[in-house]
């Protein structure tokens, strides 16, 4: 079956604009998560949805960030007023719920630069 | 708070050489370990993760990770690297007790030389 898709794959955006990243989990998996990778780093969480729920967002730097699932399936990360430390790969990853971390399948993510 | 470091920036070997990669974590329970791989411009794709039983875990493309809880060390290893290895490896540590959300070190870039 098809995996983890992300749109737009690149996205260029002037300070102070805002943007919406959209991903589309893997059928079925209830829970998905965000995660935003900066240049020469490893990703860091951001967010997490058990189907519709936003069980953690302790990760969003700031509130300018936001994020919803409403229909437990496809997700958008929205950045508001876009600041160029927002320029990173937003990496959305879905897995099966269960008692213990399951495989996140990965997408390919969304790079975003910020002018 | 649970932690990951990768010691190694940058990684070096010639095609067919051995290769270990180093991972250290830090965590207050049964820590769950993955490493990831990474290609340019590509998602992460998992190689391998341990849970719990044994030490030793097999993961795909040849590559395996011995999980040392004396060291808090998850290393992977190659008995022998292919060009195609070259990428960007990511170790990660998660568990219940912060929502199954994983915390991943920094990343090795491993470069193969013919």
């Known amino acids: 079956g098809a995996g983890v898709s992300q749109s737009p794959r690149y996205k260029v955006a002037k300070r102070g604009q805002d943007v919406a990243l959209r991903c589309d989990p893997i059928?079925?998996?209830?829970?998905l998560f965000w995660y935003q990778q900066a240049l020469g780093q490893g990703p860091e969480f951001l967010t997490y949805?058990?189907?519709?729920?936003?069980?953690?967002k302790s990760g969003l730097p700031s509130d300018r960030f936001f994020a919803e699932r409403p229909e437990g399936s496809v997700s958008t990360l929205k950045i508001q007023r876009t600041q160029q430390e927002d320029s990173a790969v937003y990496l959305c990853?879905?897995?099966?719920?269960?008692?213990?971390?399951?495989?996140?399948?990965f997408g390919p993510g969304t790079r975003l630069t910020v002018l | 708070a649970q932690s990951v470091t990768q010691p190694d920036i940058h990684i070096t070997v010639s095609e067919g050489a051995s290769l270990e990669l180093r991972c250290n974590y830090s965590?207050?329970?049964?820590?769950?370990l993955f490493w990831y791989v990474q290609s340019p411009g590509q998602g992460l794709q998992l190689l391998l993760k341990y849970f719990s039983g044994d030490t030793l875990v097999q993961g795909i493309k040849g590559f395996e990770a011995e999980f040392k809880r004396s060291q808090s060390s998850f290393n992977l290893r190659k008995p022998s690297v292919h060009w195609s290895d070259a990428a960007e490896y990511f170790c990660?540590?998660?568990?219940?007790?912060?929502?199954?959300?994983?915390?991943f070190g920094a990343g090795t870039i491993l470069r193969v030389k013919s």
């Open positions: 965590y207050g329970a049964t820590p769950y």
């Open positions: 990660a540590v998660g568990g219940r007790e912060y929502g199954n959300k994983l915390v």
């Open positions: 949805f058990q189907n519709e729920a936003q069980l953690d």
């Open positions: 990853a879905s897995s099966l719920a269960g008692l213990r971390p399951n495989e996140q399948f």
């Open positions: 059928s079925g998996h209830v829970s």
